[in-house]
């Protein structure tokens, strides 16, 4: 896996990778769709603070998903925003590889731990097995504020 800064792909990339990486589940592409785009804007509208703090992961060239994180807690936490790979990559692997090199380098900056939120639902199960295959623990559960995510489940990596 070869990995790209933001600043290197057009406005847009980071909200179409998210709309692939959900298209199995309508529902929440309808109830985030909209974040997602304001999300893509913030990026590219700030890029030399969003190079620091995520990547674009590529396979043979081919944009095939995305790691961001937010250091404001640090330098208690840090706390994984978005992770995706693309619907027809999913079940390979990449996942795993891309959180652990976003693991890698958030390490460098020495927080306490590292934090990820998730949904609690069937959809999320891959990403909660592969958060806690790398170390996370569950921290809490949560009524989330979504419709789309009855129920949230956070975890923390301690350092």
Same mark, same amino acid.
């Given at each position: 896996?070869? +990995?790209?800064?933001?600043?290197?792909?057009?406005?847009? +990339?980071? !909200?179409? #990778?998210?709309?692939?990486?959900?298209?199995?589940?309508?529902?929440?592409?309808?109830?985030?769709?909209?974040?997602?785009?304001?999300?893509?804007?913030? $990026?590219?509208?700030?890029?030399?603070? !969003?190079?620091?703090?995520?990547?674009?992961?590529?396979?043979?060239?081919?944009?095939?998903?995305?790691?961001?994180?937010?250091?404001?807690?640090?330098?208690?936490?840090?706390?994984?925003?978005?992770?995706c790979i693309v619907a027809?990559?999913?079940?390979?692997?990449?996942?795993?590889?891309?959180?652990?090199?976003?693991?890698?380098?958030?390490?460098?900056?020495?927080? #306490?731990?590292?934090?990820?939120? +998730?949904?609690?639902?069937?959809?999320?199960?891959?990403?909660?097995?592969?958060?806690? !295959? !790398?170390?996370?623990?569950?921290?809490?559960?949560?009524?989330?504020?979504?419709?789309?995510?009855?129920?949230?489940? $956070?975890?923390?990596?301690?350092?």
């Amino acid at each position: 896996m070869q +990995t790209r800064r933001f600043s290197e792909v057009p406005r847009g +990339t980071l !909200a179409a #990778l998210l709309f692939d990486a959900y298209a199995r589940s309508p529902e929440l592409t309808d109830c985030f769709g909209r974040s997602w785009r304001e999300f893509d804007d913030f $990026v590219f509208d700030h890029l030399a603070v !969003a190079d620091d703090c995520g990547f674009l992961s590529l396979e043979d060239g081919r944009r095939v998903g995305f790691l961001s994180w937010d250091p404001r807690g640090m330098p208690e936490s840090i706390e994984i925003g978005h992770n995706c790979i693309v619907a027809a990559c999913q079940g390979r692997g990449l996942g795993r590889e891309q959180l652990a090199r976003g693991l890698e380098i958030m390490r460098q900056k020495r927080p #306490l731990k590292i934090v990820v939120k +998730t949904g609690a639902g069937d959809f999320f199960s891959p990403a909660r097995r592969m958060y806690e !295959a !790398a170390g996370f623990r569950r921290a809490e559960s949560s009524a989330a504020e979504e419709r789309a995510i009855p129920e949230r489940v $956070v975890y923390e990596l301690l350092l």
